[in-house]
């Protein structure tokens, strides 16, 4: 964590500087973006293994993913469950344990997420629609986390949620912002700053449509209410609701263990 005021500069370069970089051909361009890996081989097998089997519906796309999509990870343990649709970025820095469940069209982008990566433990289930990223820091989730539907978690500094966390449809988590002290050049061409990493810890419920931002810590057992957003803090077990997030309740006052 760092101090309240402290601002961490983001280096990242913009897509369509990305995308656009002259010296690099269209197949380079590709191959970063979605790779970060200029090789043929691995590359061949990302295209195919997309291609053929990436929205084959039903049983037969349930059967072919779960025997070809191991394969693009960094390492994926046993009972690894694969939906239609999803999009991979940097599959090679992205560790799947065992039973995890992805639903159809998630996004799980590893691209920024360093020697760490992107991790996702045992049981963990995203449902649809879900954009899990390792934009320009590392991503851990822990075991047994339930992901709902359409949420966004994009670790800029770097984010850890902890074990059996339960997060509604509609959250965001992470991500960072933009500098704003010049007024002669646009918002988007200040650069991005981040006040910090996230961290959630276990066995915590975020209510629907729930945002945590940068540099926050969310403490054990707490519960978040639905569109609250946490802006600060949150000792073990508090009950937040309202915007900014406000402790209502404590779990622990309640005399139940």
């Not at 005021?5 to 983001?10: H, L, P, S």
């Not at 159809?104 to 899990?132: A, E, F, K, P």
């Not at 946490?230 to 009950?239: E, F, H």
Request: charged share 20%; proline share 3%; hydrophobic share 40%.
């Amino acid at each position: 964590m760092v101090a309240p005021d402290e601002r961490i500069k983001i280096s990242k370069v913009a897509l369509t500087e990305q995308l656009n970089q002259e010296k690099s051909s269209l197949l380079k361009k590709y191959q970063q973006k979605a790779l970060g890996d200029e090789r043929f081989l691995p590359f061949l097998r990302y295209e195919l293994v997309n291609l053929l089997f990436g929205d084959v519906s039903g049983t037969l796309g349930y059967a072919l993913r779960k025997l070809t999509y191991p394969s693009l990870f960094k390492q994926v343990g046993k009972g690894a469950i694969f939906g239609k649709g999803i999009v991979l970025r940097h599959p090679g820095k992205i560790t799947l344990g065992d039973r995890v469940a992805i639903d159809d069209y998630s996004m799980i982008d590893g691209s920024g997420g360093g020697d760490q990566g992107l991790i996702l433990g045992n049981d963990v289930m995203i449902s649809r629609n879900c954009v899990i990223q390792a934009k320009t820091g590392p991503l851990k989730i822990g075991n047994r986390a339930d992901i709902g539907c359409s949420t966004i978690i994009s670790a800029i500094s770097g984010i850890s949620i902890g074990d059996s966390v339960l997060i509604a449809g509609n959250c965001y988590i992470g991500g960072g912002r933009y500098i704003s002290d010049r007024l002669d050049i646009p918002l988007m061409d200040q650069g991005l700053f981040s006040k910090g990493t996230v961290e959630i810890g276990d066995d915590v419920w975020l209510g629907a449509g729930a945002t945590v931002l940068d540099g926050v810590k969310i403490g054990k057992g707490c519960i978040v209410g639905a569109g609250a957003v946490v802006t600060k803090n949150l000792p073990d077990y508090s009950v937040a609701v309202g915007v900014p997030a406000k402790v209502v309740q404590n779990r622990q006052d309640t005399g139940r263990s």
